[in-house]
Antibody, heavy 119, light 110 residues
Framework: QVQLVESGGGVVQPGRSMRLSCAAS????????IHWVRQAPGKGLEWVAF????????YYADSVKGRFTISRDNSKNTLNLQMNSLRTEDTAVYYC????????????WGQGATVTVSS | QSALTQPASVSGSPGQSITIPCTGT?????????VSWYQHHPGKAPKLMIY???NRPSGVSNRFSGSKSGNTASLTISGLQAEDEADYYC??????????FGGGTKLTVL
């Protein structure tokens, strides 16, 4: 079945870096754009980043621009989110999510990876 | 990139209908047909319920419907059922080539 599985979460100190990964299966990964979406404790969903099917187009939320980098390896069906200069406000559950092609929304979500930024 | 505006909570009795509004600007909701709605049960992955304002993905009950007027989109759930109790989020593509979510609405089925 179509599946996205995030990994790499944990606890990190402010100012440090962390890398999240997302493994895709059950669909032709190289044909789909992918998003990262996060949810801080007690807060709503926040869109974080987007990468096109071939990695040539990337968009970021202002809150992470210049600190986070989205990338993908279509040969390994894997998506990554490199997070640098982490802040306490980056504490959240991070979801990778498949873009519903041509409809500008998300149709498949992973279960999420928890990132806690704390000293 | 301000969040879209949704009421924090709504409630209804089984069998009733409820509507959740989602207000944005001409730069997002009002400017595009790309408004979507998600159902989120805490601890689970969100689920797409409506895309492009009023389209239901395969498998989503026809009790869920969407609409838009100007800068405000709406999600209507008819024939409320206990399992509809969840958090609901609207989302829109924006003219900055980004996406924005609403703050979320907690639906309580009384």
């Amino acid at each position: 079945q179509v599946q996205l599985v995030e990994s790499g979460g944990g606890v990190v100190q402010p100012g440090r870096s962390m890398r999240l990964s997302c493994a895709a299966s059950g669909f032709t990964f190289r044909s789909y754009a992918i998003h990262w979406v996060r949810q801080a404790p007690g807060k709503g969903l926040e869109w974080v980043a987007f990468i096109s099917y071939d990695g040539s187009i990337k968009y970021y939320a202002d809150s992470v621009k210049g600190r986070f980098t989205i990338s993908r390896d279509n040969s390994k069906n894997t998506l990554n989110l490199q997070m640098n200069s982490l802040r306490t406000e980056d504490t959240a559950v991070y979801y990778c999510a498949r873009d519903l092609s041509y409809h500008y929304c998300v149709d498949v979500w992973g279960q999420g990876a928890t990132v806690t930024v704390s000293s | 990139q301000s969040a879209l505006t949704q009421p924090a909570s709504v409630s209804g009795s089984p069998g009733q209908s409820i509507t959740i509004p989602c207000t944005g600007t001409s730069s997002d909701v009002g400017g595009y047909k790309y408004v979507s709605w998600y159902q989120h049960h805490p601890g689970k992955a969100p689920k797409l319920m409506i895309y492009e304002v009023n389209n239901r993905p395969s498998g989503v009950s026809n009790r869920f419907s969407g609409s838009k007027s100007g800068n405000t989109a709406s999600l209507t759930i008819s024939g409320l059922q206990a399992e509809d109790e969840a958090d609901y989020y609207c989302s829109s593509f924006t003219n900055s080539n980004t996406w924005v979510f609403g703050g979320g609405t907690k639906l309580t089925v009384l």
